[in-house]
């Protein structure tokens, strides 16, 4: 632009248009040239900024000298903004093609429903994922109020209406947002749908009215399913939540059966819920406390129904009761069904307890109309059974150990903190220390016998509160009238040592040394023999003891002593346990396993993966049919040899086994059953001893045996057919 003059350039970018009739004349001498340079000689020129920036300009020019018109002028600046109109117009849109293919692709991998609505018409044009998700059937008007009265579930009308009138509202912005079903039924239930939708309007500024409506359906199905499932856990949660919190407090039977059956009962919003506890013969049921919907009959009391056992017998199966239309559930007779619907039930759900095969209790509800039982109700139902059951039993066992007297708590207290503890020492030391805090005492100690020094050996010493190195092994002196005490299984217990006409100078001196001022010591006796004595004592003297205290001292050495065996019993198993272990897991000869009284396989050792193959990883939980051949499955083998075992005690296994890889091995072995605490199988256990190369050399040695029998049978048919040869001879 440069060479045709710096104020055609200025004008240019400044916009303003240019008419020359004769550049020879107007321009000079060197931009003339370059105007003659490109053969022009008169020009139009009409720059366009747009933006505060030169975007084009259209140039009319004339070889010669011309005389611009007027009109030829405004025709110039006329076309020249048309032409940027329509070149702005086809690039906005190629862009919007090239959008609205974008669109296309995000609807497609979005899966969206789209529709535009002619408010005007009430025309709706839609995409067929939108036919398809509402339901529009091929050929069918899409007439907009028709479709939005099917698209929008009646149930949630309420909820979208104000907000799409207010989308409709010409003072707002026309954007609408919100989650709704759909009138039809799906596959899953209602679908759920996430609408959007933008509304334009027509008219002026202070007169708006919705004119279309272009908007979108996404489907939110199974989101919404997701939602539902987590609320649905989360209240179940917050009301077994709500159910211990309730319970944890209460120590009255009946309490806990109306705190239970009431919080159940409005939750799911039933007409009864009642907790029934059945006596030992399971034919009557009580009930102490229910929660009834106002209006109906409360069925607190007892129930004699031995009169229909078949309703017992389907609670005794322990499988929960579903019966959304009581009337037509026909697991039970009419008669069963007719008590019922006397009270006014029309649908129960029932959940009994059975524990030790025995029917303990039933939870039950019932509503007044037919009822679908949902699996949040049916679970809700069972665990409220159980936690009832639970507080119930809770509650006697409170109750029972309340009417005890103090000495007996303070021992439950002693077995609930050693009930743990498999050191027989911690034990030792857990009985000093409740000792000395229930008798308020400062020093208790533990003393086993030594039978071969004929000594006291203490294991255990505390003192104000503190373990302290326990003293020397002090002798067992028959002449010792503590002693004798002791060896006769008697407790001692001294107000004071230093005027105890019983306690010899030496053994008062000891005692004074050792703050023993006045105690107790008690003898663990059983069968005739004196094993420990625990005992206590306190500085200061003297102390009148109590009858109750020195028999809750003896209580709590009796109880003491049975955890140490106890103690001394489990460390002895566990030993015996890993000796056990370590043998199995040596003798890698003998594949040893147990499986569940189904055959899965529950334990492998290292003799099995060693003489079948398979490691432990990859046979546990499978059958142990893997182990046998193929005919001996066929043959029913495994089960057999399971029936064996239970009816006899034992099973012999003799045969050829199947490898993982395929090859065969010859076991020698015995399955046996697992009892479980009840007496009940819970398993079994097998262990076999690989006896391949003895069994190949069994074979082959009977072979060899058949073929010497053969030889020998032949030499002597060779013999007589010689001898009979020469008779004949002669």
């Not at 109020?145 to 026309?174: C, F, K, N, Y």
């Not at 799911?268 to 109906?296: K, S």
């Not at 370590?582 to 569940?596: G, K, Q």
């Amino acid at each position: 632009m440069g060479s045709f003059g710096r104020e055609l350039l200025e004008r240019h970018l400044a916009g303003q248009p240019i008419v020359v009739p004769d550049v020879a004349r107007q321009h000079r001498a060197a931009e003339a040239q370059s105007f003659a340079d490109i053969q022009v000689g008169a020009y139009v020129g009409v720059p366009l900024v747009k933006g505060g920036r030169l975007a084009a300009g259209l140039t009319v020019h004339a070889p010669g000298p011309r005389d611009w018109t007027p009109a030829e002028v405004s025709m110039t600046e006329d076309t020249a903004e048309r032409t940027w109109a329509a070149v702005e117009r086809a690039r906005a849109e190629a862009a919007l093609r090239q959008n609205e293919v974008r669109l296309h692709l995000a609807m497609e991998a979005t899966d969206l429903a789209i529709y535009e609505w002619d408010l005007v018409s009430d025309h709706l044009t839609a995409n067929e994922r939108f036919k398809e998700m509402v339901g529009i059937g091929e050929g069918k008007p899409l007439l907009g109020a028709q479709i939005l009265e099917h698209v929008v579930h009646p149930d949630d009308r309420p909820r979208i209406d104000p907000d799409l009138a207010r989308a409709m509202d010409g003072t707002s912005d026309g954007r609408f947002a919100f989650e709704h079903r759909l009138s039809r039924t799906g596959p899953l239930g209602e679908p759920w749908v996430l609408s959007h939708g933008q509304v334009t309007f027509a008219g002026p500024e202070h007169d708006r009215r919705p004119a279309r409506v272009f908007g979108t359906l996404q489907s939110i199905t199974a989101r919404k399913a997701a939602e539902d499932a987590l609320r649905e856990q989360e209240e179940r949660q917050a009301f077994l939540l709500r159910l211990s919190d309730a319970l944890r407090p209460l120590a009255d039977p009946a309490k806990v059966q109306a705190a239970a059956t009431t919080l159940l009962r409005e939750q799911l919003d039933a007409g009864w819920c009642y907790y029934v506890e059945w006596n030992e013969a399971g034919t009557v049921a009580r009930v102490l406390r229910d929660a009834a919907r106002e209006g109906l009959p409360s069925l607190a009391g007892e129930h004699d129904v031995s009169d229909v056992p078949e309703f017992l017998d389907l609670l005794r199966t322990g499988e929960t009761l579903n019966a959304p239309d009581y009337a037509r559930f026909e697991l039970l007779s009419p008669r069963v069904r007719g008590r019922y619907a006397d009270l006014g039930f029309r649908s129960m759900l029932g959940v009994p307890l059975v524990k030790g095969r025995q029917l303990v209790a039933t939870l039950l509800l019932g509503d007044t109309v037919i009822r679908p039982w949902s699996d949040i109700a049916v679970a809700l139902a069972r665990e409220t059974a159980e936690r009832t059951w639970a507080a119930v039993e809770r509650a006697r066992a409170e109750a029972a150990l309340r009417e005890r007297d103090e000495r007996n708590a303070f021992l439950v207290r002693f077995s609930d903190a050693v009930r743990g503890l498999s050191d027989p020492a911690s034990i030792e030391e857990a009985a000093c220390r409740l000792l000395a805090e229930r008798l308020g005492t400062e020093r208790t100690l533990w003393a086993v016998v030594d039978r071969v020094a004929q000594a006291y050996v203490t294991e255990r010493v505390i003192e104000d509160g503190r373990r302290v190195e326990e003293p020397p092994p002090w002798p067992i002196n028959p002449a010792d009238p503590f002693a004798a005490e002791h060896l006769d299984g008697r407790s001692v217990a001294y107000e004071d040592a230093a005027t105890d006409p019983r306690v010899p100078e030496a053994t008062r001196a000891a005692l004074s040394a050792r703050g023993m001022a006045a105690g107790i010591a008690v003898p663990v006796f059983t069968e005739g023999t004196l094993h420990a004595v625990l005992s206590t004592s306190q500085r200061a003297a003297p102390r009148r003891w109590r009858p109750e205290e020195v028999a809750f001292a003896e209580a709590l050495a009796g109880r003491a002593w049975a955890e140490v065996e106890r103690a001394r019993a489990e460390q002895a198993l566990r030993g015996s346990e890993e000796r056990l272990r370590a043998i199995v897991e040596t003798a890698t000869d003998y594949a040893s396993l147990t499986t569940d009284v189904e055959g899965r396989i529950e334990t492998w050792s290292q003799g099995a993966e060693k003489v079948l193959g398979w490691s432990a990883e990859e046979v546990v939980g499978q059958l142990i049919d893997i182990t046998f051949t193929l005919e001996d499955r066929a043959a029913g083998a495994p089960r057999q040899e399971r029936q064996r075992a239970r009816e006899t005690g034992h099973a012999s296994d003799v045969r050829w086994h199947q490898r993982r890889d395929g090859t065969r091995v010859f076991i020698e072995g015995t399955a046996r059953p697992l009892l479980a605490l009840d007496g009940t199988v819970a398993g079994f256990v097998k262990v076999g001893q690989d006896v391949t190369d003895r069994r190949e050399a069994e074979v082959i040695t009977a072979l060899v045996c058949v073929c010497q029998i053969a030889l020998e049978a032949l030499r002597r048919r060779a013999r007589r057919h010689d001898i009979n040869q020469t008779i004949f001879m002669a």
